[in-house]
């Protein structure tokens, strides 16, 4: 998917890519309210995207009318309802596309293989394909944690601003799962330090006791993204650790390019 700042101006055509100039133009301000939190003034967006006022406001006009924008009493405008719909639709989407690479996981490491996104303070399992192992974990997609007893949870928050995560360890908890479940928020960011130090995140028996589960995050997603893989921790030892990572890191980067080119067409 494009970066949200590769944004076209007047002063270029849309026939360049084959694409609806007007279309493109809604799309990128949708994009750069995002980025911005949701809401934005229009002078912030002509800034930030070198389109004229008038084209601006006349854009915005149209999304308002169709519901994917709602202008506030201070004349500021918000990110709409009707996004919240097709965010869903294409969140379970993603996990679909997502289950070749999770089923390719399997057959190399043996585990069961998730994928989670982060859905506000929380962790949504969009995806899994189990292990053929008759001892394997199961988590039922749709299935909602708090992120600071897993790993995908680890994984998605590694980069997100210190004053941040605890914003959001603030609001939810940090209810102890077992009793090796990390329950201070300093505590957790240094587990926050050890995951971008070493490039992935480990759950160590602090979700469930008898389970380790190693996960990374999906780089360039369009949303925030994690795969993992889970497992009885006699089997995901840290030996296996050392074998599974970088096959985690490689369907991680595979899952990346496809997602990025899956709005391409020749």
Same mark, same amino acid.
């Given at each position: ?41 229009? $002078? ?12 601006? !406001? ?74 053929? !192992? ?13 992120? !600071? ?9 590694? !980069? ?100 990025? $080119? ?5």
């Amino acid at each position: 998917m494009p970066p949200s700042h590769a944004s076209t101006s007047d002063s270029k055509p849309a026939a360049s890519s084959g694409g609806v100039q007007s279309l493109e133009r809604a799309f990128d301000l949708l994009e750069r309210m995002a980025d911005a939190g949701g809401e934005v003034g229009l $002078s912030e967006l002509s800034a930030s995207s070198g389109l004229p006022l008038p084209t601006i !406001h006349r854009l915005m006009r149209t999304l308002v009318i169709c519901g994917y924008v709602r202008q506030q009493p201070n004349r500021r405008y918000a990110l709409g309802p009707r996004l919240i719909r097709l965010g869903e639709s294409a969140s379970r989407l993603l996990g679909t596309w997502a289950r070749p690479y999770l089923a390719r996981l399997v057959e190399e490491t043996g585990e069961t293989a998730n994928m989670a996104l982060l859905d506000g303070d929380e962790i949504v399992y969009v995806a899994q394909v189990p292990s053929k !192992h008759s001892m394997r974990m199961f988590t039922e997609v749709g299935r909602r944690v708090l992120p !600071h007893s897993t790993g995908v949870g680890k994984a998605l928050l590694a !980069h997100t601003p210190p004053e941040e995560v605890r914003a959001l360890l603030a609001r939810t908890g940090m209810p102890a799962a077992t009793d090796k479940t990390i329950i201070t928020p300093d505590g957790f960011l240094e587990a926050l330090e050890q995951v971008r130090r070493v490039g992935y995140a480990v759950d160590d028996n602090e979700q469930e006791v008898g389970v380790r589960c190693l996960a990374v995050s999906v780089p360039d997603s369009p949303t925030s993204a994690a795969i993992s893989i889970s497992g009885p921790a006699g089997r995901v030892t840290e030996a296996a650790t050392e074998r599974i990572v970088p096959i985690l890191q490689q369907a991680a980067k595979e899952l990346s390019d496809a997602l990025a $080119s899956s709005g391409t067409t020749g």
